[in-house]
């Protein structure tokens, strides 16, 4: 990396500074501005700094953080004739079980009526329910009981991963089950009824780890994933995960680096998942070190995707460490070996995108302003990627 450890540590405390003043975290006479993704990846960020430098106003923060996400998302938005929390329970109720009904994605516009015709492009600015985003702040809620050492938080991210299961994954005519890409606010209807490429791995990984975390906690929690785990499991089996757009990289990436280290503490046993996740990461990242798309001037890039995939080998440096640091359980696997050093060769990708973005003509462009807040909570999470990356 071009910058120091420490000028990177000190350029993610300004990011992450200027985003709680600016989307009314820390500063109360603005409106909160809260879309649940960038804010999954904020929380993970606000406890890195803490752990890094010992300053409780960055934990407050990811706390604050917390609260404000369900309070703002797990309710109905204020253009809507609905109110109250999307759960359909009553206030106190409500307070004690934010996510019991799912959580809103955030987006500027309301979703789409029952009665109102499919549009494309307009419904990405629509508003509804997203899977893969509910498992990042499931992976955010338990990352705060984690470092908390408090299992309300990893309590209410099983409480989300039961209704986002019982919402999105369902029966076809065979009695095959499916999932459906995007919901309606309350979780009654599809709004996008495709399938994710990712989002069963993404839930298998994440309730195994929520589970694992619940049992550190209780022998006997109060919430048991086996069902739903098993579910995603089965959705998983046969499918292929490789993929060319770098948010999609990194994501394979983090979760082998993920399921690696709850392989490691017994919180998952499918020891070949690992290897399945690094070796289909292999031809997106040789596409996109060979293409031009990360050549392009600023203004014809997406920064946020650039640096999932740059986060992403954050975490294969990790998964280094963590095979030194467990030989009697990886060092017998010469298939991680052998696609280690083949992944190791692409450190530069993620430098070279760290480094593009760290320019400052390069965050005055159109393309940067327009995504501001999800562009630089991600570039602060590549420059200190262990509140996100680290169980």
Known sequence: MDMKPETNMAFAKKIMAEFAASTGLSNAEKSPRRYLWTDAFAVCNFLELYRRTGDESWR????????????????????????????GLGEEDGHRHPTGGGLRIGKQLGERGPGEPYDDRLEWDRDGQYYHYLTKWMHALNQVSR?????????????????????????????????????SIDLSRPLVPSMGLHDPLDGWITYAQLQATALKFSKTPALDLGPEIADMRALCQGKTWTTEDPLGIGGLLSDAYKTMQLI????????????????????????????????????????FRELGM???????????????????????????????????????????????????QNRQT????????????????????????QL
């Open 60 to 87: 407050n923060l990811a706390l604050c953080l917390v609260d404000q996400v369900h309070c703002v998302l797990g309710r109905h938005r204020q253009d809507n004739p609905r109110s109250g929390w999307i759960s």
């Open 310 to 360: 740059a986060i992403g080998l954050h975490a294969v440096e990790r998964i280094e460490g963590l095979m030194a640091q467990n030989p009697k359980l990886f060092a017998g696997n010469r298939v991680v070996q052998a696609l280690m050093k083949h992944l190791k060769r692409y450190a530069g990708l993620g430098e070279a995108i760290e480094a593009f973005w760290l320019a400052p």
């Open 147 to 183: 470092a908390m050492e408090n299992p309300l938080f990893n309590l209410w991210a099983m409480e989300l991963a039961r209704a986002a299961h019982t919402g999105f994954v369902h029966v076809l005519a065979d009695g095959s089950k499916r999932m459906y890409w995007k919901m």
């Open 366 to 389: 159109q393309t940067w302003m327009e995504h501001l807040d999800i562009n630089s909570v991600m570039l602060a999470t590549s420059l200190a990627p262990d509140g996100y990356l």
């Open 264 to 303: 490691v503490t017994g919180g998952f046993t499918e020891t070949g998942l690992p290897n399945d996740l690094l070796e289909a990461s292999l031809p997106g990242l040789e596409a996109c070190s060979g293409s031009r798309s990360l050549k392009l001037p600023a203004d014809y890039r997406l920064a």
